[in-house]
């Protein structure tokens, strides 16, 4: 039987199929002329959706990498760091700096909340820390952080900003120049609607003022190389090229659809699912005021385990949910309405959800 899926994850999205066929497509020389092409005219489509004049770079990894990548490129062991945790992705900012042996202050906010900027800045004013890690969107309870106010506070603090806009970034304006953004990372799985393989990284002057002075181990990660090579319109070492043809892909669609647009048709989904979910009498995690573009996290009837509610929706409709991180695992689960998604895929999931409810 044949069985269409809807993928309602919060990444990897569904991918559409202009992006699967531009990325079924032969091999070419990584160091010839047509892939520095491809290269130069990405880099600038990605700046433009991060909606920066710096330097950016496109990683071979998921996001972690890309995190990973901010974190040796910026730091020295010992270095004071703060991070502003909201969820499971916050927790990984603190996994990362602590395996390179980093000095982590972390400031844990309840699950489905926001970070309180009054908070943050009291942080900020009894210590002094190198760099602020933070998430634009936190993928595991839904929640949008304020990143212009949060940035507007740390900068008088001269420190570093370093976000993680991987889930966030094209369903949410995000302004790296204009609000300040020193590092932000991002991946392709997301909203850009490519499969994994990808991470890209935005890197300021003050940034590499940090840089300057690092003293983290890297080789593969190491940004100078890959801004030296970049220079010559190639990577240090073989890019995944297929994924920079559906990235071309990509961003010709987003550039069409244009991202002030995107925007708004990701707060018509993430409206359109809580207005549906509330309807079935379910609670959400988060409030409405800091309500995710990207991802709803919500809690099953008292008495209906999360996961095998999940897995109902999935035999019965093939409509693939997201399960709970943390201490939220089993306890809720999550819709993604990020990238390749549009109302009908929300209809058809609610729908689902309230059948096998
Ligand atoms: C907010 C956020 N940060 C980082 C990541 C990176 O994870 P991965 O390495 O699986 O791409 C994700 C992925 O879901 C995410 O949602």
Known sequence: MIKKQYLMIPGPTMVPERILRAMVREMINHRGPEFTKILTAVTEGVKKCFKTKNDLF???????GGMEAAVVN????GDEVLVLNIGAFGSRWTKILKAYRANVDEIKFARGTAADVETVEKKLKSKKYSAVFFQQNETSTGVLNDVQSLAQVIKKYDTLIVVDAVSGLITAD??????????????????????PGLSFVSFSKKAWQYYEKSKMPRFYWDFKSMKDWADKGQNPFTPPVSLYYGLEESLKMIDEEGLENIFERHKKLRDITRDG??????KLL????V?????TAVFPPENINADDLRKKVKQNYSVVLAGGQEDLKGKI?????????????????????????
């Open 58 to 64: 496109i990683i071979p990894s998921s996001g972690t």
């Open 74 to 77: 910026i730091l020295s062991e």
């Open 174 to 195: 995000l302004r790296t120049d204009e609000w300040g953004l020193d590092v932000v990372v991002a991946a392709s799985q997301k909203a850009f609607m490519l499969p």
């Open 277 to 282: 979910l509330k309807k079935l009498n379910l």
């Open 286 to 289: 988060a409030s409405d005021d």
């Open 291 to 295: 309500a995710s573009c990207a991802v």
């Open 333 to 357: 689960f999550r819709i993604g309405h990020l990238g390749y998604c549009l109302e009908t895929d929300i209809m058809v999931s609610l729908d689902a959800i309230s059948k096998c409810l």
